[in-house]
């Protein structure tokens, strides 16, 4: 089985679409026989696509620190619950187990996840597809902000390539499934 790791928010966002579409994406999963990887928690879209899975019949592993656990927001009906020492244990061990990864809406820890898996990839210390489910234009400002960056050549269009971007689960699997790793020399000179 493949597993993909999901990078989103503990909290369920203003938008309804929010949810609806953490719940197309486990729908998705289930219908790819993919297993998730994702934060461990019980709550926001976190909570929401693990019990989404788990109603479908799906794979699920959780990896949280203690920390967390201690204040109740472990997820302990899933498949497995994996406790960790701390946040670097955690984001370490959830790339381990990802075959790629996905960013749903999320707060400032959503996009450290992602940024982190964005850079492994720029340096070459992984070739794992990235994926970006936009919904509802929730990343508009992001991808506007990570294009002035490339005119300001501080990130190169390829690097900017590595980023897969869809609005619905179903399409952003595709281009997940098609990603041909791009080998390049990271420097800008």
């Known amino acids: 089985m493949q597993y993909i790791t999901v990078f989103c928010g503990s909290s369920k966002g203003s938008n309804p679409l929010f949810v609806e579409q953490a719940k197309a994406m486990a729908q998705v999963f289930l219908q790819h026989e993919i297993g998730l990887v994702y934060g461990g928690g019980n709550v926001g879209l976190m909570g929401e696509i693990a019990d989404a899975m788990m109603d479908g019949g799906g794979e699920v592993i959780g990896v949280i620190p203690q920390r967390l656990v201690d204040i109740e927001v472990a997820h302990h009906d899933i498949s497995r619950l994996e406790v960790v020492p701390d946040m670097r244990v955690r984001k370490a061990r959830m790339a381990e187990l990802a075959d790629g990864f996905i960013t749903l809406p999320g707060g400032i ?14 340096l070459g210390y992984m ?9 509802a234009g929730y990343y508009d400002k992001l991808l506007e902000f990570i294009s002035h960056a490339v005119e300001m050549k501080f990130f190169k269009p390829q690097q900017y390539e590595m980023l897969l971007v869809a609005e619905e689960p179903e399409e952003l699997l595709r281009k997940m499934v098609a990603y041909k790793p791009i080998k390049m020399d990271k420097w800008i000179k």
């Open 109 to 122: 820890g959503t996009w450290e996840e992602l940024f982190e898996v964005f850079t492994l990839n720029q």
């Open 127 to 135: 070739t794992k597809p990235i994926g970006l489910l936009n919904v």
